[in-house]
């Protein structure tokens, strides 16, 4: 398939998930540039694209052509000035001469240890929600295989895991005198895999056994590997028998990474594990304020609060929103307003998934392998009431469903026993980390 066709199925495909603002914005000016021994190369016409398709719709993208394509293996991203050479229309700008692109060296990648420079302590906001985390990285750099080795950072995604550990990285690389290499889980597997066919897994071996600090991105996608789990755990035993620093980054905690050795387990209990969770108000505004400054854009303190307020999720949807708020500006030559500003959210943001009390009493009933009748029943059995307590919790904290409907749904209880339910579930969430780490992954399922 030819790369215009190629690239046009691929749009249509992502025209159809996402909103027209975005599509407008951020695909607009793309093309396929070439393709090199399945690496395809789209061309992006500012650093602000590049980024947004990057971190929001990578996996989507690579998936489209992947699915169009068998031959297809990676994405990159290449800032050019035509900007896919696509013309002007009605008097509007490109976002190629709307907006200045940011200097090529913040987005290279050292080749040699596969480590971005733009990641580093200083360019991290840290918050109440990731002191923690940012702590024992701090800690880790100071006396590398001493303390916290392994450190285990765990988190929903965007909430800044691969910024922090590719900073512990960068620091140490900076500090001259150590091998570091940063590697994803994905890539990993693909080069145990290539090692065995080309029958090289001593080389294999010899290359990750050299580093003196080996950090490893998304292990969770290591679930059902058992081969490369194991050279994992020969892997780190080698490293950690000789002082070497080692620092894992997941979407959840490795007790509930599904088909995950025990023994693996065992190893990242032996160091830190440590929850980087969803940021809370002020720390979304203090991340909006230094990535405004980052950029040199002025953005009122009134539409930067508005931001803070209203978009609870990620990271990356926090910069990816402030990303293309600045492009809008640029484009309309005036800084947005906040009715502006509301108007973009309303028309960008993705509505809530609607589930039903069915799915929710299915996913819970699931997670702890019971009925899902006996949620429904009027039982005090213990094995029951928790996860029954869980489900009135969910309906009510992240669909907003009332009390009185909630306890007709589940076996006509009386509104002042939901209410109570979901008091208690909220209470024991303040100092139960198990009950937060499986409350996250019901959400996962749902």
Avoid at 137 to 149: C, F, H, I, P, R
Avoid at 245 to 270: G, W, Y
Avoid at 306 to 320: F, Q, S, V
């Amino acid at each position: 398939m030819e790369n215009e066709q190629l690239w046009n199925s691929v749009l249509v495909e992502i025209e159809l998930a996402v909103s027209k603002a975005n599509f407008n914005t951020w695909f607009k000016d793309t093309r396929i540039l070439k393709q090199e021994e399945g690496v395809v190369f789209v061309s992006v016409p500012n650093a602000f694209a590049k980024e947004w398709l990057y971190n929001k719709y990578h996996k989507t993208i690579l998936h489209s052509l992947r699915t169009l394509s068998s031959g297809v293996r990676s994405v990159e991203y290449l800032i050019t000035r035509d900007g896919g050479k696509q013309k002007e229309a009605g008097g509007v700008k490109s976002l190629a001469a709307a907006v200045p692109p940011l200097p090529l060296e913040d987005f290279y990648i050292d080749k040699e240890n596969n480590l971005n420079p733009k990641y580093t302590f200083e360019s991290f906001v840290v918050g109440p929600f990731n002191e923690l985390a940012y702590a024992a990285a701090q800690a880790v750099v100071g006396k590398l295989g001493e303390v916290y080795n392994p450190l285990f950072i765990y988190g929903n995604t965007g909430h800044g895991k691969t910024h922090l550990i590719q900073a512990v990285g960068n620091h140490v690389k900076n500090q001259g005198g150590r091998k570091v290499f940063y590697v994803t889980s994905e890539k990993f597997v693909i080069d145990y895999v290539n090692s065995v066919q080309a029958n090289h897994v001593n080389q294999f071996k010899e290359k990750y056994r050299k580093y003196d600090i080996l950090i490893m991105d998304d292990i969770q996608f290591l679930a059902n590997k058992e081969k490369t789990q194991e050279e994992l755990f020969h892997l780190f035993n080698s490293l950690y028998e000789n002082n070497k620093q080692i620092v894992f980054s997941s979407d959840k905690h490795p007790n509930f990474i599904p088909n995950l050795e025990d023994r693996l387990k065992s190893r990242f209990a032996a160091g830190m594990i440590v929850d980087i969770p969803t940021p809370d108000r002020e720390s979304r505004l203090a991340i909006l304020k230094t990535k405004a400054r980052q950029s040199s854009v002025t953005v009122s303190p009134e539409v930067l609060d508005h931001l803070a307020t209203t978009i609870e999720g990620n990271i990356r949807e926090l910069e990816g929103m402030l990303n293309l708020l600045i492009c809008q500006s640029e484009l309309k030559k005036h800084e947005l307003g906040i009715a502006e500003v509301r108007a973009l959210i309303k028309n960008t943001n993705k509505p809530k998934k609607a589930v039903s009390v069915k799915e929710v009493t299915k996913a819970v009933a699931s997670f702890f392998n019971i009925e899902e009748s006996d949620i429904y029943e009027k039982t005090r059995r213990q094995e029951v009431v928790k996860p029954r307590q869980l489900v009135m919790y969910i309906l009510r904290q992240d669909f907003n469903v009332s009390y009185p409907l909630i306890g007709q749904k589940l076996g006509g209880r009386d509104h002042t026993t939901v209410i109570h339910s979901c008091e208690k579930i909220k209470g024991e969430l303040k100092f139960n980390t198990n009950l937060e780490q499986e409350l996250a992954q019901i959400r996962a399922m749902i």
